[in-house]
């Protein structure tokens, strides 16, 4: 037998699961809204609630907390987060050494300094020794990540987060559903972003929103993300405007469409069975890697429902010297679905470029503060060059789907000479 890449036969040639997977009701939301002479929030009112709106109280609903601010992106959500809670202009922000990009660029963008700190090495999520560590007086806030879903050490950041008076805001873009100590991901900070994007768990293209318990906050943030109006309790006269004017807060409009509240309405439905049917999956492939001697992805203690968002696998020591992308490489060739390596630490990114764009360059002094080379995350750095993942939607098909990823990975690892 002879690897894939190397000309061998795959283990698999089926395809894998589409994604994203429309729920059936998706079509009929989306021609409401087509018709319904109301495209966007900040649009007349006509005699129903905004598919936004209904939407904001669904998520909240589903996540057992009292607000829900949908924004235009994961991206959008973290802003007003941040700015909402009051982090601004040369605030320090404690973000984990590994995430998807957006979770620090989102501290940049709020004319804030990301701090970055080491992960934990089993559940790649903020390691909280590492974060107390980092703290200053310049401190103001925390982004905690639940990497690919597994669920940061919230009894531990939640602690330090009150003894040093911090600000706890929760980067849930992966996390929609888990459940930890019996709160869901995204309500166990100030407020909490989950992203709507494409690859996420629940998606409608490109979307996000916010939750939090705290209804000033929630006012806020609304404001901030539709130029400074928020909706009214009572909605106003058939066709006028619905959001109303404070001149409170100086927002920028960062709302959801109604296309896509439409489609997340639709989608939300199909969540708790997917998010299942991972969850078993996931469970047998772990237990078939231990055996085969490949560790997975852990989470915290206090997690009582784990969600996936990605799949990790570690590759063990007898790998040294194979690099992530090589062995990423040959799985992806025997399986016919991508298998990439985790994301790199954060200062590490070819996409963590502040230097690339004149809005950060705000003196000397915020440069220094900035800059990339600051940082030494050496258990991030190692934890990124020995992971794996692929995407969640590989487990939503058959349950012989397992088999096959565990046969790849065997015969990798029998064929990993090959690679060096
Ligand atoms: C996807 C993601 C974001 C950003 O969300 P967008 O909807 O792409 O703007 C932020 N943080 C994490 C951890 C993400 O995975």
Same mark, same amino acid.
Request: aromatic share 6%; proline share 6%.
């Given at each position: 037998?002879?690897?894939?890449?190397?000309?061998?036969?795959?283990?698999?040639?089926?395809?894998?699961?589409?994604?994203? #997977?429309?729920?059936?009701?998706?079509? #009929? =939301? !989306?021609?409401?809204?087509?018709?319904?002479?109301?495209?966007?929030?900040?649009?007349?009112?006509?005699?129903?609630?905004?598919?936004?709106?209904?939407?904001?109280?669904?998520?909240?609903?589903?996540?057992?907390? +009292?607000?829900?601010?949908?924004?235009?992106?994961?991206?959008? *959500?973290?802003?007003?987060?941040?700015?909402?809670?009051?982090?601004?202009?040369?605030?320090e922000v404690i973000v984990p050494g590994i995430?998807?990009?957006?979770?620090?660029?989102?501290?940049? &963008?709020?004319?804030?300094v990301p701090v970055f700190v080491d992960v934990d090495p $089993?559940?790649?999520c903020m390691d909280p020794a590492a974060a107390e560590a980092a703290v200053t007086p310049d401190t103001k806030a925390i982004v905690v990540?639940?990497?690919?879903? &597994?669920?940061a050490d919230?009894?531990a950041l939640r602690d330090l987060a009150r003894r040093h008076d911090l600000?706890l805001?929760?980067?849930?873009?992966?996390?929609?559903?888990?459940?930890?100590?019996?709160?869901?991901?995204?309500?166990?900070?100030?407020?909490?972003?989950?992203?709507?994007?494409?690859?996420?768990?629940?998606?409608?293209?490109?979307?996000?929103?916010?939750?939090?318990?705290?209804?000033?906050? &929630?006012?806020? /943030?609304? @404001?901030?993300?539709? $130029?400074?109006?928020?909706?009214?309790?009572?909605?106003?006269?058939?066709?006028? /405007? +619905?959001?109303?004017?404070?001149?409170?807060? /100086?927002?920028?409009?960062?709302?959801?469409?109604?296309?896509?509240?439409?489609?997340?309405?639709?989608?939300? *439905?199909?969540?708790?069975? #997917?998010?299942?049917?991972?969850?078993? =999956?996931?469970?047998?492939?772990?237990?078939?890697?231990?055996?085969?001697?490949?560790?997975?992805?852990?989470?915290?203690?206090?997690?009582?429902?784990?969600?996936? %968002?990605?799949?990790?696998?570690?590759?063990?020591?007898? %790998?040294?010297?194979?690099?992530?992308?090589?062995?990423?490489?040959?799985?992806?060739?025997?399986?016919? !679905?991508?298998?990439?390596?985790?994301?790199?630490a954060?200062p590490?990114?070819? !996409?963590?470029?502040?230097?690339?764009?004149?809005?950060?360059?705000?003196?000397?002094?915020?440069?220094?503060r900035?800059?990339?080379?600051r940082h030494r995350l050496p258990v991030s750095e190692?934890?990124?060059?020995?992971?794996?993942?692929?995407?969640?939607?590989?487990?939503?098909?058959?349950?012989?789907?397992?088999?096959?990823?565990?046969?790849?990975?065997?015969?990798?690892?029998?064929?990993?000479? @090959?690679?060096?």
């Amino acid at each position: 037998m002879t690897l894939a890449l190397h000309g061998g036969d795959p283990v698999r040639t089926t395809h894998w699961p589409l994604w994203p #997977q429309p729920a059936s009701e998706a079509a #009929q =939301q !989306l021609t409401e809204v087509l018709y319904s002479g109301r495209w966007s929030i900040s649009g007349p009112y006509r005699g129903t609630d905004t598919k936004e709106r209904t939407f904001a109280r669904m998520f909240a609903r589903w996540n057992d907390v +009292e607000h829900c601010v949908p924004t235009a992106s994961g991206t959008a *959500g973290l802003m007003i987060s941040l700015e909402a809670c009051g982090v601004g202009a040369g605030d320090e922000v404690i973000v984990p050494g590994i995430s998807w990009v957006a979770t620090a660029s989102t501290v940049l &963008a709020v004319n804030a300094v990301p701090v970055f700190v080491d992960v934990d090495p $089993d559940t790649l999520c903020m390691d909280p020794a590492a974060a107390e560590a980092a703290v200053t007086p310049d401190t103001k806030a925390i982004v905690v990540v639940h990497l690919y879903s &597994a669920l940061a050490d919230m009894d531990a950041l939640r602690d330090l987060a009150r003894r040093h008076d911090l600000t706890l805001i929760e980067d849930a873009a992966q996390a929609h559903g888990a459940v930890y100590r019996g709160a869901r991901a995204g309500t166990m900070g100030r407020a909490g972003a989950f992203s709507m994007h494409h690859t996420k768990v629940l998606t409608c293209g490109e979307g996000g929103a916010v939750v939090t318990a705290d209804p000033e906050l &929630a006012r806020r /943030m609304a @404001e901030l993300r539709a $130029d400074g109006r928020h909706q009214p309790e009572l909605p106003p006269p058939l066709h006028e /405007m +619905e959001l109303v004017t404070t001149g409170t807060l /100086m927002g920028s409009n960062r709302a959801l469409s109604e296309f896509h509240a439409a489609v997340l309405i639709a989608q939300l *439905g199909r969540l708790d069975r #997917q998010n299942e049917q991972r969850a078993i =999956q996931a469970s047998v492939l772990e237990k078939a890697l231990a055996d085969l001697g490949f560790a997975t992805q852990r989470t915290s203690d206090g997690t009582e429902q784990r969600t996936y %968002f990605g799949f990790v696998i570690r590759l063990p020591e007898e %790998f040294d010297g194979i690099g992530t992308a090589a062995a990423g490489a040959a799985l992806s060739a025997e399986l016919g !679905l991508p298998v990439k390596p985790v994301y790199p630490a954060i200062p590490a990114s070819p !996409l963590y470029w502040p230097g690339s764009r004149r809005r950060f360059d705000l003196g000397a002094e915020h440069r220094r503060r900035i800059d990339r080379a600051r940082h030494r995350l050496p258990v991030s750095e190692r934890a990124a060059a020995r992971h794996l993942t692929f995407h969640h939607s590989a487990l939503l098909g058959e349950r012989s789907d397992v088999d096959d990823i565990v046969a790849a990975l065997g015969k990798l690892r029998d064929h990993r000479a @090959e690679l060096v």
